[in-house]
């Protein structure tokens, strides 16, 4: 007897449910129409990013695309975190000061505004997936080059991007790698064949030689380090992805 059309048919994923909060209503219909060609997406658009959160239509939203100036109110950031919703803020005038109070408020991924609307698509799937999101532009940002003047110390104490890259161990390296392609620990220890708690022991280590706060300024580190071309290919090159994502327009690194 022949198998039932429909039992071979793959399930459809689930859409990751999007709303889009932005005052401009130009800017809201081109984003939200530009988004909703991405199948996996299902935009809710909406206008009321001024009204108290318990106004906005919440239920079952993954993310929360907010396209404003720069975090806005954190406390609303703080409330859409408690909610398990996740946020991805789009705006203009980043500073370091608003990239660190972003990220310590919760939220998940910060872009500027001329970002394309297809890396933003992307940028939207990778937040919805617990991965941290910065564009490009912002990386100096968030972390400044060792030895630079900032209210914060410096990643490394300011020691030489060279200097504290080649105080890893060849493992650290390769886990370096493989978080900067988006893996979560349980995936990095899948790739690595280490268990979970391997790797989160490898990554104390890496926080610790490098001086950064968190894997996100770790991977950002490495990436300086890499565009120098003076690192060991052959020790990335042993972890590397045919489907590696770190090499987007947005970096992204899982903090899970």
Not at 53 to 68: F, K, M, N, Q, S
Not at 182 to 194: D, F, I, P, Y
Request: proline share 6%.
């Amino acid at each position: 007897m022949n198998a039932d059309p429909a039992s071979r048919r793959e399930a459809v994923p689930r859409r990751i449910r999007v709303l889009l909060a932005d005052r401009n209503p130009v800017c809201r219909h081109w984003v939200a129409h530009a988004l909703g060609r991405d199948v996996r997406l299902d935009v809710t658009p909406w206008a009321g990013a001024d009204e108290p959160l318990e106004y906005w239509p919440l239920e079952g939203i993954d993310v929360a695309l907010l396209t404003a100036h720069p975090l806005g109110d954190p406390s609303v950031v703080r409330a859409l975190a408690a909610r398990r919703i996740r946020t991805l803020v789009v705006g203009a005038g980043w500073t370091r000061q608003l990239l660190d109070e972003a990220f310590a408020s919760g939220v998940l991924g910060c872009l500027t505004k001329d970002i394309d609307i297809a890396a933003l698509g992307a940028a939207v799937r990778a937040v919805a997936a617990g991965h941290t999101v910065l564009s490009p532009e912002l990386h100096d940002l968030h972390m400044p080059a060792p030895g630079a003047s900032a209210a914060a110390p410096p990643a490394g104490g300011g020691r030489d991007v060279g200097t504290l890259m080649r105080s890893l161990t060849d493992r650290e390296l390769q886990v370096l790698h493989v978080l900067a392609e988006g893996a979560s620990t349980a995936e990095a220890g899948a790739r690595l064949k280490v268990a979970p708690a391997t790797v989160k022991s490898h990554v104390s280590h890496i926080l610790a030689k490098l001086g950064v706060r968190n894997r996100l300024e770790a991977v950002l580190l490495m990436r300086r380090w890499l565009d120098r071309g003076t690192w060991n290919r052959s020790v990335i090159a042993r972890t590397s992805s045919p489907d590696s994502r770190a090499r987007n327009v947005t970096a992204h690194v899982a903090d899970r």
